[in-house]
């Protein structure tokens, strides 16, 4: 088979200056002062792009399996959710009537529209990188690395949390893990046979990620049987008690957290098997497995379990499945609470390392990031980069930090929501295996009611989250500058494919510094 023809300009030829969009031809430059750009066939670029593509790309060879659905399924809703783990405080927050609205309504705010656009886009531009990919198609390589940089830091910081949160579980058993050198070792080793089990393949981590999704939930399927002959409906519908006041921030930030990262599972699209029919569908399910978890539970203990409102702290449900079943209901929970933390980790840090992976396909990392290992094929130094940050963030006093790495995420979703609708305009009639069945003034609705809702969590923000979300910024472009620097001077080998282009059979396309364009002879 014959590959689609297509030109890509190297960091070494002429760009285009920001006028050459669709149907324009830049102005000719002469050969002795840039060479021309590099044609590739789809075959020869670094990550496959295409179903029809019959050569695999460099880096998937070896016959190394690829993810297939139920485990992909299990992987998004680790990305997202682990189970109804810390959706306590939104009764906390707003009584109980409004926790269960929110977890009802909130889906179609934010989670669907989310899942939608990941669906959409990872079928048309199907390779690790994800929404960086989309960035850079949508704005140009600036953006592309700028969002590269918020959605890393983000990620990277928030799997921190987790081993130290098995630490805390097993605290409970073990007080020695309380502080000190203990402690410490006790987060290190967790860390670091976490990361190690991430290191042996996406697929053994996708399996496991089954067996830990079905394990941890099971206590919480268990105590809604139990909880029925229990449940007073009336309960449901109370707004809270009376004289306490209702927390808005905290109830908006435990919505937002429990139903956040749908995109994450985007940095794995080039491992997964027949992306273009496989996203769509695990997304799909995954939205409605997830959202189950966490209302079915809500409702069970909302409407059986009458107790002080200031009691709905985050692990409040384990207290709750003692007061309904027992206290062996109450441990099998907190082992749970351990596996999922387990489960988070390893999806989150699936996704960091492949986004690294696929930025050093992509050009915007050098060559030596894309490193696989030669035993399992997984992205080695992604893996040791993602782990070394979040264990260094794991010993510091993060909630600030934490609070901006959801900032800058946010800053990220932003710049997501405006590529997906700038990608609409820019390519109509490109090739979506997968699309949302709405024209563009339905697709800007979609995104402007969780845009809305973004603009609002930031604006609320502390200054200090405004301060490290500002420095984690400059940082982020202090680098693109950096990496460009590298390039011009080649003081590092870099991928010269320079990315995806989308799944079109009949069009060609060369990249610029305004994202993806038609070229011209086309």
């Known amino acids: 088979m014959t590959g689609m023809r297509i030109e890509i300009q190297t ?13 324009q031809q830049s102005p000719p430059v002469a050969a002795t002062t840039s060479p021309p750009p590099t044609t590739i066939t789809r075959e020869e670029l670094s990550i496959a792009t295409s179903a029809a593509a019959p050569v695999p790309a460099p880096g998937h060879l070896g016959g190394a399996k690829k993810l297939t ?23 906390q927050a707003a009584g109980p009537l409004l926790a269960i609205l929110g977890f009802l309504i909130f889906p179609f705010i934010w989670s669907i529209p989310e899942a939608l656009i990941t669906a959409e886009l990872s079928t048309a531009f199907p390779g690790n990188g994800g929404f960086v990919i989309w960035a850079a198609a949508a704005f140009g390589p600036f953006w592309g690395s700028l969002m590269a940089t918020w959605k890393f830091l983000a990620g990277v910081i928030n799997i921190a949390a987790f081993p130290a949160l ?8 073990f007080p020695i893990f309380s502080h000190g050198l203990p402690r410490f070792l006790a987060v290190l080793v967790s860390t670091l046979s976490l990361s190690f089990l991430n290191y042996t393949g996406l697929n053994i981590v996708g399996y496991a990620s089954v067996c830990l999704g079905i394990i941890s939930l099971l206590p919480f399927i268990l105590m809604s049987l139990i909880a029925i002959p229990q449940i007073r409906p009336h309960r449901w519908v109370s707004l809270g008690q009376k004289g306490v006041k209702k927390d808005w921030n905290l109830y908006s930030n435990t919505l937002f957290w429990n139903l956040n ?98 930025m050093a396909e992509l050009g ?28 260094g963030v ?55 009611i969780p845009s809305a809702f973004l603009v609002f969590v930031m604006v609320i923000a502390k200054k200090i989250v405004f301060l490290v979300s500002g420095l984690m910024t400059l940082a982020g472009v202090g680098w693109f500058f950096l990496m460009n620097l590298c390039k011009s001077k080649k003081w590092l080998e870099f991928s010269y494919g320079d990315g995806l282009k989308p799944v079109e059979e009949d069009r060609d396309y060369a990249v610029t510094g305004n994202g993806w364009e038609l070229n011209s002879e086309a």
Not at 13 to 20: C, E, L, T
Not at 365 to 382: D, E, M, R
Not at 420 to 442: E, H, I, S, T
């Open 11 to 23: 960091p070494n030829s002429k760009m285009s200056n920001g006028a050459g969009t669709r149907g």
């Open 69 to 91: 659905l139920l485990p992909l399924i299990f992987l998004i809703y680790f990305e997202v959710a682990g189970g109804p783990y810390g959706e306590e405080p939104a009764v």
């Open 166 to 173: 098995c630490i805390d579980y097993l605290e409970q058993l």
């Open 261 to 358: 990262f749908w995109d994450s599972v985007s940095t794995l699209a080039g491992e997964v098997d027949k992306p273009q029919r496989t996203f769509p569908a695990a997304l799909f399910s995954a939205v409605i497995f997830t959202c189950s978890a966490y209302i079915v539970p809500l409702l069970a203990v909302t409407g059986s379990v009458t107790v002080d409102q200031s009691q709905w702290e985050t692990g409040f449900m384990a207290n709750a499945a003692e007061i309904i079943a027992g206290k062996w209901l109450k441990i099998w929970l907190e082992v749970g609470a351990v596996l999922s933390a387990i489960g988070l980790y390893e999806a989150q840090l699936s996704s960091s390392a492949y986004q690294v992976l696929g």
């Open 364 to 391: 915007f990392l050098p060559k030596i990031f894309g490193v696989k290992s030669k035993w399992f094929n997984t992205p080695w130094l992604g893996i040791l980069i993602a782990t070394l940050i979040s264990l």
């Open 394 to 448: 794991s010993y510091m006093n993060f909630t600030d930090i934490v609070s901006s790495a959801n900032f800058v995420y946010s800053l990220g979703m932003l710049l997501e929501f405006a590529s997906f609708v700038w990608l609409r305009r820019k390519f109509p009639a490109m090739n979506r295996p997968y699309r949302v069945p709405m024209g563009m003034a339905g697709v800007l609705v979609m995104c402007l």
